[in-house]
Structure formats: structure tokens, C-alpha cells
């Protein structure tokens, strides 16, 4: 029978690690010892060397994170058969990738939850466990044949039951621990991370250690109120919202500032040739950032339109990976939930995320009088490596300018 | 606390006997102007004379059944087989005779006779001069088995193995005579069937005996250093064995390696993992990792045998794959 390549936990509290690259084919023999593939975890890059000689008969995660203890190929005789994977493999290859959110992608985190991983079970169903793990289940009540092992061999060892324990609701979603009634007082409720809670730890922890500085400028949204009133009445179907016309204008702004619409690197700053505008949304599982592709090229219906689809795609937990990606630009918009203002942490790569408030009437001076207008006060949080005080000053004045006077913008 | 090399530990465990106990003497080849052909009884020739320190002929065979015979007489000889691998000599009679005359004379007769031998590779002796058969003995009923690992221990467990009234085969590491350690000022006899927790952890318990006890002490210190914890055990007498050391350790790690230098094909290592498997099964989160020599004679040259025999590396191996890290 065919020899599972699993894999391999490197080092203490590792849960996954991302395939980079295969150093072999299909087909190709591989000897014990020999490189196999190359392994990106948190802290290095490796390469894993083959368990045991023979043929590469599949390879069944061509390249993405897997959890540990999961099959990823296998080796064995010449034309020897290979078993049929459980099904759903968390990251088959044919799979729409659920990879490790890549630091060129603009997506603050996967599009989809990983499905929790088969139980590893032999051929004959039975499931591989440890003596101690095997009593620790039994005496905690626990099915082993619920848990993923991560010992040698996809074995099931002390710490899976340990960690099954820790989470008794292993696989279900965290927001389902809310419906089960009131915790009782005095206890901690342990909510345990999804992939999305990690890439998202992640990806912000990242993102703290950039230097930025903060802007902030307010807005009289009369006409934009007025504009998103008229659209419609024209073309009720669509909803125009004042998303909507903030997603246009701070793409004519970005085009018009390039030096914002930015990305850092060691070698160069990137400057991109269009707009993909990302809008920060509260989905169930987290936040995700979906992004609208050249809003500087759309009309307000035709964004309208692409941003109701996305967002309603993001609720139901459905979005896709380049849904996510190639963001330039990030609106994160609090203003549903009275935030006057506030500032946002920035979603590397880009340089800029635009924070904003809601949209209330103040008391303000026109022309020498007090009046009452529906403002709305915006924080641009810029990367500083990138871009500097006045430009990002510029473009934040253009991004103003052309809400007070929509028309500017097109 | 007064250091002794483990060489001058077995002298000095023979000699303080010798002094205070007329019954013991000592038997050997080239035991007596030579000091034997490790230099463990140079100048007790001198001190003790012909008749105490007795140089025998070439078989080994005779002076084992010697020895035997003055053990039912009442007196408490050591006789010292110069290489392990001539106790295939010797066997007859400490295999047939010294294990059995106890139980056969329905108790009348006691056979208090140590049988000190030395072996191991790590100085390129060759296949005939180097061999590790202490579980050839631990095989036989009737018999007690020490392998001792440090001055300390060797003195201490030499002294209980001479006023043992059973036959004792004492096994003794040829490379670890020079090494030296602390000792207590006077002679603590060390009980047989006790063994010796040389470092505590948390995370494998390493079984190891003789040079391997060494070496397994290097491969706990490299592991620590990648956050494993090891607990470092010597059983130290092979028969009896200390068994609820060794389970109670596991019980507590949870994994096991057990580390010798003789193959591991039948060895010592294969009985303390089936006491291990069976007393402590609902305990082991692994399956227990056995480290010996390759099933193969001793190469004379010095990088075949460093091939062969196992070192610090291959135990951190073990340790390794039982922690699956």
C-alpha cells in the first residue's frame, strides 16, 4: 500500500504550514531522505525531506497552507493505486484555493473557512490513536474519531484529545457558541480561533508595525445626499448609497494622487495603474475586505451594483479568492453605528485606508452664517514609507472637495 | 567528596572488601604482576599476595568453575573474565552451574561468586573483543546482572554484588574506565535492583545502561535545547530489574526510549519496552524507541565501528521521533 507523506509538525505549536513548491514530480522516484518539498511555516522555510523510498505517485496539495498531519502525496511502487482522499480535502488542488493569504494580496483574510478535516482513518476504518491518547478520550468522553491526529503517521496523540477538549465544539463555527444560552457567571468562555481570527490577528499585527501618520477633514454631504437621492428615483432597482459615491470619488482621487494609490517595497514604490477600491465588511465570520476593480472607470450604478453583489456574498460567507485580492485602497465605514470619527489600522500592502464616520447634521459657518449640515469627517491612515504628509494632505482635500461638489469628480 | 576514576572505583570496591573480609579474593588471567589487561587490579599483587590475587590459566572455563566451587565452599570470590565476549567460555559453568546449584540443592548451597567482565566498542578492538552480551545472562534464572555506568555507581554496586550470596555477572564499559567522578568518602553499598534517575523531564524518559547512559545525557542536553524535556534513567542492575522506576517515569513522560550499546535485536532494550508496553500501556503516547548497535559484527575500523555502534545522535533521533518533532 501506498505511504502517506504527511505533513510534518517542525517544531512545538505549529498548526499548519503553507506548501511552497514541489521539488519533484509525479511520477518521479524519490529516495528516503531526499527533499521533497519546500515548507513555509510561521517562523522559516524548509525543505521536507522524503520518510521513505519509492515513486511519487500524487501529490495531493500541489501548494497552499494545510493543517498538520494532513496528507499532502503519496509514495510508493511503481503504478501501485492511491487511496481516494476523505472528501472535502480541506485544500485539494482542484479546490478554489483557500491559500495562505499571499502579502502581495490585498485581502485582509481568506475567503472561506476551511471545512474541518476528515478524521485520518486506515483502510479498514479504524482509527490510529496512542494507548494515552485512546484512555484520555474515553475517560473525558471524548470521539476519537471526530479528532485530526498530528502525531507521526497522522496519529492521534495526548495533545489532540488535550486540544479537542479545549474546544469542545471543534469545527463549528464560534458565532453558533453565542445561540447556546448564557454562560454562567465566574467562568471564561474560551472561544477558540478560526483560520479567519488567525489571518486576521495576523495580518493587523503586521500591520501595527508600520509607521503611519493620521489625517483628518470633514465634508458638507449635502449634494452627495442630494445626488444619491435623485439616482434613485431614476433607477430604484440599483440603490445608489453614499458608499457608493465615496467609492467613486476616492477612486477619481486615488487616480488623480497617484503617489497614494501606492504599495512599499525594499526596492521600489509601486505605483498602481488603477483604483481597486476595498470596503471593510462585518461579515459573520469576521471582517472581510472585498474590492471593487478601477472604480475610477465605473459609474456610480455600475458600483452600486458590483458592490451590492460582494457585499451580499460576503454575509453569506460565499466570497471568493480574487474577490479579496489586488485591492489598492481600502473605506472602512462606521457610520451606521453613529462613529463620529475614528481611524483605521492600515491593510497592508496599500498605503492608504480611509476611515469613515457618520454622516450628521452640525452646526457649521457658510458664508459668515451658522448653518446646518449633514457632515461627515473622514481619518486617512497613510503608510509613511510611502507616501508623505502632503500629498496624502492633497489627496484628502480632493477627496473633500469632490463630496461637497460631486460633479468635480467626473 | 574524594574523586576516583571508575577504574580506581573497582579497585577500590575489591581492595576495601579484601582488606576488611578474609573470605574475598580475587581470580583472573594476568590478574596479579600485570594488574589485568585494564590495569583494574595493579598493585593489589603487592598489597594482598599470591594467594588473594590469583593469576589463572588461559580457560576460562576452569577458573569460572574455580571460582564457583570456592563460592560453596563459603568464600566470596571475584573472578574476572578479561573480555564479555569469553563468557561464551565461561558460560557452562556460570549458565549450567552457578545459576542452578541454589535452586537444585533445594537451597543448601549458596553461590556468592561475582563474575567481572568488561566490554565495548570505541577503541577499535574488533568483533571479538568488543561485544555487549549482558542479555545473554539477564536471560537466565538463577543469575543477577550489573551494568554499572559511574565511579559512584560501580563502586557501591561491586561492594552489594560481592556480599550477594547469588552469582552476579558484572558487566564493566571498557571506555568509560578513565572517566571520573565524585564518590562518597567511605563505601555506600548501592542495593541491587534499584535504579538511577540521573536527570529529570518531562517529556521522554531515555532507558539507558552503560556507555549509553553518557551519551544520553548529551543527547538530553541537546534536546533541551529545543524545548524537550528528558529524563535520563539507569536501571544499573538488569536483573532484578527496578521495574517501578522505570514505569512510574514513563507514567509520568508518557514516552520512552531505551538506549544500550549491544544490537538491539533480542537485546536488553526489547525486555524493559515489553515491561514498559504492558505496565504502563494506557500511559505511552508513542510507540517506545529502541537505540543499539546495527545487526552486525564490530568492524576493527575505527569509522565502520562508529557506524555501527549508537551515539548521542542516534538517541536524539529516538528522542525526536517519539515526541514527533
Not at chain 2, 576493527?300 to 549508537?310: G, K, N, R
Request: hydrophobic share 45%; with cysteine.
Amino acid at each position: 500500500m501506498a505511504t502517506e507523506v504527511i505533513l510534518p509538525r517542525l517544531g512545538q505549536g505549529m498548526e499548519s504550514g503553507t506548501i511552497v513548491r514541489w521539488l519533484k514530480a509525479e511520477g518521479e522516484p524519490v529516495e528516503k531522505g531526499e527533499p521533497l518539498f519546500e515548507l513555509d511555516t510561521d517562523k522559516v522555510t524548509q525543505e521536507v525531506e522524503a520518510e521513505t523510498a519509492g515513486v511519487l505517485l500524487k501529490i495531493a496539495v500541489a501548494e497552499g497552507e494545510v493543517p498538520v498531519g494532513q496528507t499532502v502525496a503519496f509514495i510508493g511502487a511503481e503504478g501501485e493505486d492511491v487511496p481516494d482522499l476523505p472528501s472535502p480535502a480541506p485544500a485539494a488542488p482542484a479546490a478554489p484555493a483557500a491559500p495562505a493569504p499571499d502579502p502581495a494580496s490585498n485581502s485582509l483574510l481568506q475567503a472561506e473557512e476551511e471545512p474541518t478535516p476528515a478524521p485520518e482513518a486506515s483502510g479498514n476504518g479504524r482509527v490510529k490513536a496512542s494507548p494515552l491518547a485512546r484512555r484520555l478520550a474515553r475517560e473525558r468522553g471524548i470521539d476519537l474519531a471526530t479528532l485530526r491526529g498530528t502525531g507521526p503517521e497522522g496519529r492521534i496523540v495526548a495533545e489532540d484529545v488535550e486540544r479537542a477538549e479545549a474546544a469542545p465544539a471543534a469545527g463549528a463555527p464560534a458565532s453558533n457558541r453565542l445561540l447556546q444560552g448564557p454562560v454562567p457567571a465566574g467562568e471564561i468562555e474560551r472561544v477558540p480561533l478560526s483560520n479567519v481570527r488567525k489571518t486576521i490577528a495576523r495580518r493587523l499585527t503586521e500591520a501595527w508595525r508600520i509607521p503611519v501618520f493620521q489625517l483628518q477633514a470633514s465634508a458638507d454631504m449635502t449634494r452627495v445626499n442630494e445626488l444619491v437621492a435623485r439616482l434613485r428615483e431614476r433607477d430604484p432597482d440599483v440603490r445608489v448609497t453614499v458608499t457608493d459615491v465615496l467609492t467613486k470619488v476616492c477612486a477619481q482621487a486615488l487616480m488623480r494622487h497617484r503617489e497614494v494609490n501606492a504599495e512599499f517595497t525594499e526596492e521600489a514604490i509601486l505605483l498602481h495603474p488603477s483604483a481597486n477600491v476595498g470596503l471593510a465588511v462585518a461579515a459573520p465570520q469576521g471582517l472581510v475586505v472585498p474590492v471593487i476593480r478601477s472604480a475610477e472607470r465605473l459609474s456610480l450604478t455600475e458600483i452600486a451594483g458590483v458592490r451590492a453583489e460582494l457585499v451580499g456574498r460576503a454575509r453569506e460567507n460565499k466570497l471568493r479568492a480574487d474577490d479579496l485580492e489586488g485591492g489598492t485602497c481600502t473605506i472602512s465605514n462606521l457610520g451606521m453605528f453613529a462613529v463620529e470619527r475614528f481611524t483605521a489600522v492600515l491593510n497592508p500592502p496599500q498605503a492608504a485606508i480611509v476611515a469613515v464616520g457618520a454622516t450628521e447634521d452640525r452646526v457649521v459657518p457658510v458664508r459668515g452664517e451658522t448653518a446646518v449640515r449633514p457632515m461627515v469627517t473622514l481619518t486617512g491612515t497613510f503608510d509613511h514609507r510611502a507616501v508623505d504628509g502632503a500629498p496624502a494632505a492633497a489627496f484628502l482635500q480632493t477627496l473633500t472637495e469632490s463630496l461637497e461638489d460631486p460633479g468635480l469628480a467626473l | 567528596m574524594p574523586e576516583l576514576s571508575y577504574r580506581e572505583a573497582v579497585r577500590d570496591a575489591l581492595s576495601t572488601a579484601m582488606r576488611q573480609d578474609e573470605d574475598v579474593f580475587i581470580m583472573g588471567e594476568d590478574i596479579a604482576e600485570m594488574g589485568g589487561s585494564m590495569g583494574v587490579t595493579h598493585g593489589m599483587l603487592e598489597e594482598f599476595g599470591k594467594e588473594r590475587v590469583r593469576n589463572t590459566p588461559i580457560s576460562e572455563m576452569a577458573l569460572a568453575g574455580a571460582a564457583i566451587g570456592a563460592a560453596m565452599q563459603g568464600m566470596r570470590p571475584v573472578a574476572e573474565i578479561m573480555y564479555e565476549d569469553f563468557m561464551t567460555l565461561a558460560a557452562e559453568q556460570v549458565v549450567n552451574q552457578a545459576a542452578k546449584i541454589r535452586y537444585m540443592s533445594g537451597g543448601q548451597l549458596a553461590v556468592p561468586v561475582v563474575f567481572r567482565t568488561q566490554g565495548g566498542a570505541g577503541w577499535s578492538p574488533g568483533a571479538q573483543h568488543a561485544q555487549q552480551l549482558e542479555a545473554w545472562f539477564v536471560h537466565v534464572p538463577g543469575l543477577k546482572v550489573v551494568f554499572a555506568s559511574t565511579p559512584e555507581d560501580v563502586r557501591g554496586l561491586l561492594w552489594s554484588a560481592i556480599y550477594d550470596d547469588n552469582p552476579v555477572v558484572f558487566f564493566e564499559h571498557r571506555t568509560l574506565y578513565p572517566i571520573k567522578g565524585e564518590v562518597p568518602q567511605e563505601i555506600e553499598p548501592i542495593p541491587l535492583g534499584r535504579a538511577r534517575v540521573h536527570r529529570e523531564g518531562e517529556d521522554v524518559t531515555v532507558i539507558a545502561t552503560g556507555r549509553l547512559v553518557h551519551e544520553s545525557l548529551k543527547a538530553a542536553d541537546e534536546a533541551e535545547r529545543d524545548g524537550i524535556s528528558v529524563e535520563v534513567v539507569d536501571p544499573r542492575t538488569l536483573q532484578p530489574l527496578d521495574e517501578e522506576t522505570l514505569v512510574s517515569s514513563v507514567k509520568k513522560t508518557n514516552r520512552a526510549v531505551v538506549a544500550h550499546e549491544a544490537v538491539t535485536r533480542m537485546g536488553f532494550g526489547a525486555e524493559v519496552a515489553s515491561v514498559l508496553q504492558y505496565q504502563a500501556f494506557d500511559w505511552l503516547d508513542a510507540p517506545i524507541e529502541r537505540v543499539g548497535a546495527k545487526f552486525a559484527p564490530l568492524p576493527f575500523a575505527p569509522v565502520m565501528e562508529a557506524f555501527v555502534v549508537p551515539h548521542a545522535e542516534d538517541v536524539l533521533a529516538a528522542i525526536r521521533r517519539t515526541v514527533g518533532k
